[in-house]
């Protein structure tokens, strides 16, 4: 089947307009992550939704940043005001609903992310 | 807090050569899957290899191996055999096992170059 998807691949943008990035994840996964790769750096959290429940935002760096999922399926991370240490790759990620049991783990399947440029 | 650490931001090997990536990570849990990740040009994340901290046995997957010392915390990866298409971004990644963890934390990645 088809595996994770991400729109736009590549955005180009001025300091201070606002965009927006959209993931699909795999069909019948409930649960999805955005992650953010800046330059030279590993990926960083910034949100995981799982199904109806409020997600964990814990890891979106301002409140210039902000995600919904419509209908528990597509996501979109909306950047406002964007600046240019906003430039990075986002990467979005899907799972099957986490498994109980304390040594359970469900695969995180990545999509080819957004690289945005903010000049 | 969880840390992973890769402490070689570039390495390159010959094809048909052997190299050995490293990765060491801080935790004071005792149930946790660590990974290696690909990432080539193209930007998509592949998981290569997983381990389970709760098995002794390194983890396999064709010309992939794991050194998983617990003890020491350190979880290097061995491409056996190099091939011009394993040239890519290699990332580190750990995370706590059990239904209430989601979060992959990831080291800041190993540039690995294959030359002909």
């Known amino acids: 089947g088809a595996g994770v998807s991400q729109s736009p691949s590549n955005k180009v943008t001025e300091k201070g307009k606002d965009v927006e990035l959209r993931c699909d994840p795999i069909?019948?996964?409930?649960?999805l992550y955005w992650y953010r790769q800046s330059l030279g750096q590993g990926l960083e959290f910034l949100i995981y939704?799982?199904?109806?429940?409020?997600?964990?935002k814990s890891g979106l760096p301002s409140d210039r940043f902000s995600a919904e999922r419509t209908g528990g399926s597509v996501s979109t991370l909306t950047i406002q005001r964007t600046q240019q240490e906003d430039s990075a790759v986002y990467l979005c990620?899907?799972?099957?609903?986490?498994?109980?049991?304390?040594?359970?783990?469900?695969?995180?399947?990545f999509g080819p992310g957004t690289r945005l440029t903010v000049l | 807090a969880q840390t992973v650490t890769q402490s070689q931001p570039e390495m390159s090997v010959q094809e048909a050569e052997t190299v050995t990536l490293s990765c060491t990570y801080d935790?004071?849990?005792?149930?946790?899957?660590l990974f290696w990740y690909k990432q080539p040009p193209s930007r998509q994340m592949i998981l290569v290899i997983r381990?389970?901290?709760?098995?002794?046995q390194n983890a396999t997957e064709n010309r992939f191996s794991v050194n998983f010392q617990k003890a020491a915390k350190s979880f290097s990866l061995k491409i056996s055999d190099s091939q011009l298409g394993d040239t890519a971004m290699y990332f580190c990644?750990?995370?706590?096992?059990?239904?209430?963890?989601?979060?992959?934390?990831f080291g800041k990645g190993t540039k690995l170059s294959v030359i002909p």
């Open positions: 381990q389970e901290a709760y098995k002794q």
């Open positions: 990620a899907s799972s099957l609903r986490l498994a109980g049991g304390p040594r359970s783990y469900n695969e995180q399947f």
């Open positions: 939704f799982q199904g109806n429940s409020a997600p964990d």
């Open positions: 990644a750990f995370i706590i096992s059990g239904a209430g963890s989601y979060q992959l934390t």
């Open positions: 935790t004071s849990e005792n149930n946790y899957y």
């Open positions: 069909s019948g996964h409930t649960a």
